[in-house]
């Protein structure tokens, strides 16, 4: 009872490693790679070109995202309050829809296959859910 959010230490909310971040990283980077060959074998260029933007660009903003959190909590850590930036959440997206809309004006893209390759990580989120599953009802532990 006497323990309150601001009295947890953000050492409690991660596992001490990057193992969770580095497998959700690596199934996304599996999705991108999966669909892109598939799209290659069986869809038009442009869905092909559309997915490996897409899923490149959720690669760098899920970098960024990282990146940019571990830097806040780094603060936090270190007893410094915490500054988020704003400007650097809106260049992240401003960034990624110029780019999409760029491509898209120049007729290299196909929108909803990029829009596809943008959600690479609910593929991922799912991956990472299925395995925590698996190791918690299967074999009766926890990896969190």
């Not at 491509?103 to 943008?118: C, E, F, M, Q």
Request: charged content about 15%.
């Amino acid at each position: 009872m006497s323990e309150i959010a601001n009295s947890v230490r953000s050492e409690a909310l991660s596992c001490g490693d990057d193992s969770l971040e580095l497998r959700v990283f690596r199934a996304m980077i599996a999705t991108v790679v999966i669909t892109v060959v598939a799209a290659v074998i069986f869809a038009p260029w442009r869905v092909t070109s559309g997915l490996f933007l897409g899923g490149a660009l959720s690669l760098l903003n899920y970098h960024w995202l990282r990146t940019s959190m571990a830097a806040v909590l780094r603060s936090e850590t270190a007893g410094k309050r915490p500054r988020v930036r704003i400007f650097r959440y809106v260049i992240r997206y401003f960034v990624i829809s110029t780019v999409v809309i760029a491509a898209y004006k120049l007729n290299l893209i196909s929108l909803p296959a990029t829009i596809a390759g943008l959600c690479s990580f609910v593929v991922a989120f799912f991956v990472e859910a299925l395995r925590q599953s698996y190791f918690a009802f299967i074999r009766r532990e926890e990896t969190f």
